[in-house]
Nanobody, 124 residues
């Protein structure tokens, strides 16, 4: 069992930056692929970024590629999402997730554990 707790969301102006954090419980954090997803009301949960167990490989959605960086610190059981040049369309609830699988990182059904989410609001 893994518990995930996100933090770092908030209100920011367009063009600004935010750094989301996700702290995981348990001693097996390094065995999980970690991902970030986001969701707005009435829409499907959308893949944002994911990072491999060791942190040496990452994938990004085209919508955030070049503006976001995912990273992890296995010693601290924490995964991060640095988001720069934020746009109003980045407004959403952002969720951290953990997966046993090492493939299909962009598919929400591949993830086994989810956090409660953190709200990101970007004003124009």
């Amino acid at each position: 069992q893994v518990q995930l707790v996100e933090s770092g969301g908030g209100l920011v102006q367009a063009g600004g930056s935010l750094r989301l954090s996700c702290a995981a419980s348990g001693r097996t954090f390094s065995t999980y692929t970690m991902g970030w997803f986001r969701q707005t009301p009435g829409k499907e949960r959308e893949f944002v970024a994911a990072i491999s167990r060791s942190g040496d490989s990452a994938n990004y959605a085209n919508s955030v590629k070049g503006r976001s960086t995912i990273s992890r610190d296995n010693a601290k059981n924490t995964v991060y999402l640095q988001m720069d040049s934020l746009k109003p369309e980045d407004t959403a609830v952002y969720y951290c997730a953990a997966s046993f699988w090492d493939s299909n990182w962009d598919i929400s059904g591949r993830y086994d554990y989810w956090g409660q989410g953190t709200q990101v609001t970007v004003s124009s």
